[in-house]
Every structure is written in C-alpha cells, then in structure tokens.
C-alpha cells in the first residue's frame, strides 16, 4: 500500500476557492490512480473525482463537474483537487485515495486512503 496525507482544508466563504494536495510515499505513485472522496456529516462517503496513472483521463462526479479540477505530478508523488465556485453543499471531510493500476472504475477498489482534510463551506 502505498502512504497518504492530504493538507489544503480550511474554511471559506460559498464562491470562493480551495486547493487540496495529496502527498503519497512508500510505492511508485505513477503506477496507481488516485481518487478524492468526501464524507460530511450524516453522510456516506461519495466519490468526487479520479485521475489515471498518467494523468490523461480524469472522472468527476455530476455534483462537482465544472467546477473542481483533478491533476497529479508524479515527478512530486503529489495529487491535486482544484475547487472552485464553492457551495455549503461541498462541506466535508475529503479523502485522497489510490488504488494500484487502472483508474477505471473510477469510484471503486481503492485500498489505501490518506486520514482526511476538512473543507467548510460558509454561505
């Protein structure tokens, strides 16, 4: 497996932006897709985004499409989750995610996860 730690949360106002970062240690990065998941409160964990393991293909969510940007640097170990446009709705805890090989499908089988960073959306 290979070792996760998300950092970027804070609080911030609906319309405004947040960058998340995801740094991964222990394997080679470029041979896993990552993913982003989110649990808020009374919630079950959902899917956000995914990316391949070269950054080529990348999958969204219809509630975050247009509006968050998933990318990585594999030179960096490092996967990124651009929010923008954001709504009280996107308050939650947001997971980093890998799973070794293909990113698709993209909501499913990932076996290692970061400890979560937390995003509060104000309105």
């Known amino acids: 497996q290979v070792q996760l730690v998300e950092s970027g949360g804070g609080l911030v106002q609906a319309g405004g932006s947040l960058r998340l970062s995801c740094a991964a240690s222990?394997?080679?990065?470029?041979?896993?897709?990552m993913g982003w998941f989110r649990q808020a409160p009374g919630k079950e964990r959902e899917f956000v985004a995914a990316?391949?393991?070269?950054?080529?293909?990348?999958y969204y969510a219809d509630s975050v499409k247009g509006r968050f940007t998933i990318s990585r640097e594999n030179a960096k170990s490092t996967v990124y989750l651009q929010m923008n446009s954001l709504k009280p709705e996107d308050t939650a805890v947001y997971y980093c995610?890998?799973?070794?090989?293909?990113?698709?499908?993209?909501?499913?089988?990932?076996?290692?996860w970061g400890q979560g960073t937390q995003v509060t959306v104000s309105s």
């Open positions: 995610a890998a799973k070794y090989g293909p990113v698709y499908p993209p909501r499913i089988s990932y076996d290692s």
């Open positions: 990316i391949s393991r070269s950054g080529g293909e990348t």
């Open positions: 222990g394997r080679t990065f470029s041979h896993y897709a």
